[in-house]
Protein backbone atom coordinates (compact mmCIF):
# COMPACT_ATOMS: atom_id res chain seq x y z
CA UNK A 1 0.00 0.00 0.00
CA UNK A 2 1.24 3.22 -0.92
CA UNK A 3 2.23 5.46 2.43
CA UNK A 4 3.19 9.14 2.83
CA UNK A 5 7.02 8.60 3.74
CA UNK A 6 6.88 10.89 7.19
CA UNK A 7 4.41 8.21 7.77
CA UNK A 8 5.81 5.04 6.59
CA UNK A 9 9.44 6.94 8.50
CA UNK A 10 7.87 7.95 11.71
CA UNK A 11 6.23 4.66 12.23
CA UNK A 12 9.43 2.64 11.86
CA UNK A 13 11.29 4.97 14.56
CA UNK A 14 8.54 4.00 16.70
CA UNK A 15 9.57 0.30 16.85
CA UNK A 16 13.38 1.38 17.22
CA UNK A 17 13.34 0.75 13.31
CA UNK A 18 14.70 2.25 10.24
CA UNK A 19 13.44 2.21 6.66
CA UNK A 20 15.46 1.50 3.58
CA UNK A 21 15.43 3.61 0.23
CA UNK A 22 16.49 2.23 -2.93
CA UNK A 23 17.50 3.06 -6.16
CA UNK A 24 15.75 1.96 -8.51
CA UNK A 25 17.14 2.91 -12.36
CA UNK A 26 14.69 0.45 -13.75
CA UNK A 27 11.12 -1.25 -13.29
CA UNK A 28 13.34 -5.13 -12.35
CA UNK A 29 14.89 -3.90 -9.62
CA UNK A 30 11.97 -1.95 -8.08
CA UNK A 31 9.85 -5.56 -8.20
CA UNK A 32 12.18 -7.19 -6.60
CA UNK A 33 12.81 -4.47 -3.44
CA UNK A 34 8.82 -4.93 -3.09
CA UNK A 35 9.26 -8.33 -3.57
CA UNK A 36 11.80 -8.32 -0.50
CA UNK A 37 9.45 -5.71 1.43
CA UNK A 38 6.54 -8.22 1.50
CA UNK A 39 8.53 -11.27 2.34
CA UNK A 40 9.89 -9.45 5.61
CA UNK A 41 6.58 -7.59 6.38
CA UNK A 42 8.36 -4.21 6.54
CA UNK A 43 7.62 -1.27 4.37
CA UNK A 44 10.31 -0.07 1.95
CA UNK A 45 10.94 3.26 -0.22
CA UNK A 46 11.51 3.41 -3.73
CA UNK A 47 13.98 6.26 -5.21
CA UNK A 48 14.10 7.58 -8.66
CA UNK A 49 17.35 9.63 -9.33
CA UNK A 50 16.81 13.08 -10.88
CA UNK A 51 18.66 12.14 -14.21
CA UNK A 52 15.72 9.53 -14.71
CA UNK A 53 13.28 11.62 -13.64
CA UNK A 54 14.13 14.51 -16.55
CA UNK A 55 13.37 11.95 -19.34
CA UNK A 56 9.88 10.82 -20.50
CA UNK A 57 10.45 7.62 -19.78
CA UNK A 58 11.43 8.35 -16.14
CA UNK A 59 8.24 9.43 -15.54
CA UNK A 60 6.57 6.78 -17.17
CA UNK A 61 9.00 4.92 -14.62
CA UNK A 62 7.48 6.97 -11.53
CA UNK A 63 4.12 6.88 -12.59
CA UNK A 64 4.82 2.58 -12.57
CA UNK A 65 6.04 2.60 -9.21
CA UNK A 66 3.19 4.42 -8.22
CA UNK A 67 0.95 1.48 -8.96
CA UNK A 68 3.40 -0.69 -7.74
CA UNK A 69 3.06 1.02 -4.77
CA UNK A 70 -0.54 1.15 -4.54
CA UNK A 71 -0.45 -2.58 -5.01
CA UNK A 72 2.04 -3.85 -2.70
CA UNK A 73 1.58 -5.71 0.35
CA UNK A 74 3.30 -3.71 2.88
CA UNK A 75 3.41 0.47 3.14
CA UNK A 76 5.92 1.77 0.40
CA UNK A 77 6.41 5.24 -0.78
CA UNK A 78 7.94 6.98 -3.47
CA UNK A 79 10.57 10.00 -3.89
CA UNK A 80 12.31 12.01 -5.96
CA UNK A 81 15.84 12.02 -5.17
CA UNK A 82 18.34 14.73 -4.90
CA UNK A 83 16.29 17.26 -6.57
CA UNK A 84 17.45 20.76 -7.17
CA UNK A 85 15.31 21.66 -10.83
CA UNK A 86 11.99 22.96 -10.16
CA UNK A 87 10.67 21.63 -13.25
CA UNK A 88 11.95 18.00 -12.90
CA UNK A 89 10.82 18.29 -9.49
CA UNK A 90 7.00 19.50 -10.40
CA UNK A 91 6.71 16.75 -13.18
CA UNK A 92 8.17 14.21 -11.12
CA UNK A 93 5.18 14.77 -8.73
CA UNK A 94 2.49 14.95 -11.74
CA UNK A 95 3.96 11.42 -12.55
CA UNK A 96 2.82 9.86 -9.03
CA UNK A 97 6.09 10.95 -6.97
CA UNK A 98 4.56 11.82 -3.52
CA UNK A 99 7.54 12.83 -1.55
CA UNK A 100 10.96 14.42 -2.75
CA UNK A 101 14.56 15.14 -1.39
CA UNK A 102 15.43 18.75 -2.17
CA UNK A 103 18.90 19.15 -2.01
CA UNK A 104 20.62 22.29 -1.43
CA UNK A 105 23.61 20.99 0.05
CA UNK A 106 25.92 21.95 -2.34
CA UNK A 107 24.53 25.58 -2.02
CA UNK A 108 25.60 28.86 0.60
CA UNK A 109 22.98 27.80 3.56
CA UNK A 110 20.96 30.55 3.08
CA UNK A 111 20.35 29.60 -0.69
CA UNK A 112 19.75 25.87 0.53
CA UNK A 113 17.12 27.37 3.04
CA UNK A 114 15.63 29.90 -0.11
CA UNK A 115 15.41 26.57 -2.78
CA UNK A 116 13.59 24.37 0.17
CA UNK A 117 10.66 26.99 1.09
CA UNK A 118 10.68 28.00 -3.28
CA UNK A 119 9.96 24.28 -3.91
CA UNK A 120 7.28 23.83 -1.06
CA UNK A 121 5.63 27.00 -2.38
CA UNK A 122 5.52 25.58 -5.53
CA UNK A 123 4.22 22.67 -5.10
CA UNK A 124 1.57 24.38 -2.73
CA UNK A 125 0.77 26.56 -5.56
CA UNK A 126 0.16 23.32 -7.61
CA UNK A 127 -1.83 21.86 -5.30
CA UNK A 128 0.45 19.44 -3.80
CA UNK A 129 0.58 20.36 -0.20
CA UNK A 130 0.39 16.65 0.56
CA UNK A 131 3.99 16.09 -0.59
CA UNK A 132 7.00 15.06 1.51
CA UNK A 133 9.67 17.14 2.08
CA UNK A 134 13.35 16.36 2.65
CA UNK A 135 16.01 18.51 2.69
CA UNK A 136 19.57 17.72 3.18
CA UNK A 137 22.44 20.30 5.40
CA UNK A 138 25.79 19.54 5.10
CA UNK A 139 27.56 17.96 1.77
CA UNK A 140 28.36 14.34 1.02
CA UNK A 141 30.91 13.44 -0.99
CA UNK A 142 30.99 11.58 -4.27
CA UNK A 143 27.93 11.27 -7.12
CA UNK A 144 24.98 9.14 -6.14
CA UNK A 145 24.50 8.05 -9.72
CA UNK A 146 27.83 6.57 -9.82
CA UNK A 147 30.70 4.26 -8.03
CA UNK A 148 33.19 6.47 -8.20
CA UNK A 149 33.16 10.48 -8.17
CA UNK A 150 34.25 13.12 -10.67
CA UNK A 151 35.05 16.12 -10.86
CA UNK A 152 35.36 18.88 -14.05
CA UNK A 153 39.32 18.81 -13.35
CA UNK A 154 40.28 15.38 -12.22
CA UNK A 155 37.82 12.95 -13.53
CA UNK A 156 40.08 11.24 -15.94
CA UNK A 157 43.17 11.91 -13.40
CA UNK A 158 40.83 10.35 -10.68
CA UNK A 159 39.74 7.53 -12.55
CA UNK A 160 43.46 6.50 -13.61
CA UNK A 161 44.90 6.79 -9.92
CA UNK A 162 41.82 4.65 -8.93
CA UNK A 163 40.69 7.19 -6.18
CA UNK A 164 37.29 6.64 -4.70
CA UNK A 165 34.84 9.10 -3.54
CA UNK A 166 35.57 9.15 0.13
CA UNK A 167 39.15 11.17 -0.90
CA UNK A 168 37.25 14.10 -2.02
CA UNK A 169 36.37 16.15 1.22
CA UNK A 170 32.73 16.58 2.79
CA UNK A 171 31.56 18.90 5.26
CA UNK A 172 29.74 17.17 8.29
CA UNK A 173 26.58 19.19 9.68
CA UNK A 174 26.69 21.81 11.30
CA UNK A 175 24.40 20.61 14.44
CA UNK A 176 23.98 24.12 15.58
CA UNK A 177 22.13 25.10 12.70
CA UNK A 178 19.70 22.04 12.92
CA UNK A 179 17.36 23.70 14.84
CA UNK A 180 17.16 26.94 12.22
CA UNK A 181 17.53 25.10 9.28
CA UNK A 182 14.45 22.74 10.34
CA UNK A 183 11.92 25.83 11.80
CA UNK A 184 13.08 28.07 8.61
CA UNK A 185 12.43 25.06 5.77
CA UNK A 186 9.13 23.27 7.22
CA UNK A 187 11.43 20.14 6.01
CA UNK A 188 9.57 17.10 7.10
CA UNK A 189 13.10 14.49 7.23
CA UNK A 190 16.34 15.82 7.19
CA UNK A 191 19.38 14.09 5.63
CA UNK A 192 22.64 14.88 7.26
CA UNK A 193 26.51 13.89 6.61
CA UNK A 194 28.11 12.46 9.21
CA UNK A 195 30.80 10.91 7.39
CA UNK A 196 28.88 9.03 4.80
CA UNK A 197 29.22 9.53 1.37
CA UNK A 198 28.51 8.61 -1.80
CA UNK A 199 29.89 5.46 -3.85
CA UNK A 200 32.31 2.92 -2.72
CA UNK A 201 34.23 3.96 0.59
CA UNK A 202 38.19 3.89 0.94
CA UNK A 203 39.12 1.60 3.14
CA UNK A 204 36.65 1.56 6.61
CA UNK A 205 33.27 3.68 6.58
CA UNK A 206 34.03 6.20 9.88
CA UNK A 207 30.98 7.77 10.71
CA UNK A 208 30.45 10.45 13.00
CA UNK A 209 28.14 8.98 15.57
CA UNK A 210 29.22 11.84 18.03
CA UNK A 211 28.15 14.33 15.29
CA UNK A 212 24.80 12.91 14.36
CA UNK A 213 23.65 12.29 18.38
CA UNK A 214 24.29 15.77 18.20
CA UNK A 215 22.27 16.62 15.82
CA UNK A 216 19.47 13.67 16.62
CA UNK A 217 19.02 16.15 20.75
CA UNK A 218 18.41 19.33 18.18
CA UNK A 219 15.08 18.39 16.00
CA UNK A 220 12.03 16.13 16.88
CA UNK A 221 11.97 15.05 12.56
CA UNK A 222 13.46 11.89 11.69
CA UNK A 223 16.90 11.64 10.02
CA UNK A 224 17.90 10.04 6.83
CA UNK A 225 21.58 8.72 6.05
CA UNK A 226 22.39 8.78 2.20
CA UNK A 227 25.36 6.59 0.91
CA UNK A 228 24.79 4.04 3.60
CA UNK A 229 26.35 1.01 1.00
CA UNK A 230 29.76 -0.41 1.99
CA UNK A 231 28.93 0.66 5.96
CA UNK A 232 29.06 -2.26 8.13
CA UNK A 233 25.52 -3.99 9.21
CA UNK A 234 26.65 -3.51 13.21
CA UNK A 235 27.36 0.06 12.35
CA UNK A 236 23.98 -0.15 10.23
CA UNK A 237 21.84 -0.92 13.47
CA UNK A 238 22.84 2.44 15.67
CA UNK A 239 21.36 4.52 13.79
CA UNK A 240 17.62 3.79 14.53
CA UNK A 241 18.97 5.12 18.14
CA UNK A 242 19.94 8.18 16.98
CA UNK A 243 16.54 8.92 15.38
CA UNK A 244 18.19 8.03 11.43
CA UNK A 245 14.49 6.74 10.38
CA UNK A 246 15.34 6.27 6.43
CA UNK A 247 18.68 5.01 5.03
CA UNK A 248 19.92 5.12 1.33
CA UNK A 249 21.17 2.30 -0.60
CA UNK A 250 22.42 2.77 -4.43
CA UNK A 251 25.48 1.23 -5.22
CA UNK A 252 25.92 -2.16 -3.61
CA UNK A 253 22.19 -2.88 -5.39
CA UNK A 254 23.52 -1.45 -8.80
CA UNK A 255 27.41 -3.40 -8.71
CA UNK A 256 25.79 -6.63 -7.39
CA UNK A 257 23.28 -6.49 -10.33
CA UNK A 258 25.72 -5.66 -12.96
CA UNK A 259 28.16 -8.10 -11.59
CA UNK A 260 25.56 -10.81 -12.01
CA UNK A 261 24.90 -9.77 -15.39
CA UNK A 262 28.53 -9.78 -16.69
CA UNK A 263 28.67 -13.57 -15.41
CA UNK A 264 25.77 -14.65 -16.31
CA UNK A 265 25.12 -12.84 -19.84
CA UNK A 266 27.16 -15.20 -21.67
CA UNK A 267 25.44 -18.41 -20.79
CA UNK A 268 22.27 -16.86 -21.82
CA UNK A 269 23.36 -15.57 -24.88
CA UNK A 270 24.11 -19.44 -26.12
CA UNK A 271 20.87 -20.34 -24.08
CA UNK A 272 18.63 -19.55 -27.12
CA UNK A 273 19.08 -15.78 -26.65
CA UNK A 274 17.56 -16.69 -22.70
CA UNK A 275 16.48 -13.04 -21.80
CA UNK A 276 13.67 -14.70 -18.74
CA UNK A 277 16.56 -16.39 -17.36
CA UNK A 278 18.80 -13.48 -17.05
CA UNK A 279 16.33 -11.66 -15.58
CA UNK A 280 15.79 -14.04 -12.94
CA UNK A 281 19.17 -13.42 -11.88
CA UNK A 282 18.55 -9.95 -11.94
CA UNK A 283 15.94 -10.17 -9.78
CA UNK A 284 17.34 -12.79 -7.22
CA UNK A 285 20.27 -10.39 -6.90
CA UNK A 286 18.71 -7.30 -5.98
CA UNK A 287 16.07 -9.08 -3.91
CA UNK A 288 18.57 -10.30 -1.65
CA UNK A 289 20.57 -7.49 -1.21
CA UNK A 290 17.22 -5.77 -0.34
CA UNK A 291 16.07 -8.42 2.31
CA UNK A 292 19.67 -8.27 3.79
CA UNK A 293 18.92 -4.19 4.10
CA UNK A 294 15.66 -4.58 5.75
CA UNK A 295 16.85 -7.11 8.17
CA UNK A 296 19.97 -5.40 9.08
CA UNK A 297 17.72 -2.07 9.87
CA UNK A 298 15.02 -3.84 11.87
CA UNK A 299 17.20 -5.13 14.20
Known sequence: M???????????LQQGSAVPAFTCYDFTTALAVVAAAEESGRG?????????????NGLRLIAALRGLADAAGVPVAVQLDHATDPQVIADAVSAGADSVLVDGSALAY???????????????AQGRADVVIEAELGGLAGDEDRAFGTDAAGDAAGHAA??????????????????????RTGAQLLAVAVGNVHGKYKGEPRLRWDVLQDIAVRTRIPLVLHGASGIPAEELVKAAAM?????????ELRTGVLAVLEEQTAAHRADGENLQALLRHWDSSARTFAAAALATLSR
Open 110 to 124: EDNIALVRGVRAALE
Open 44 to 56: AILLVAPKTAATP
Open 162 to 183: GKSVSDQPAGLTDSAQVEDFVA
Open 243 to 251: NVGKVNFNT
Open 2 to 12: RTQLDTLVSAA
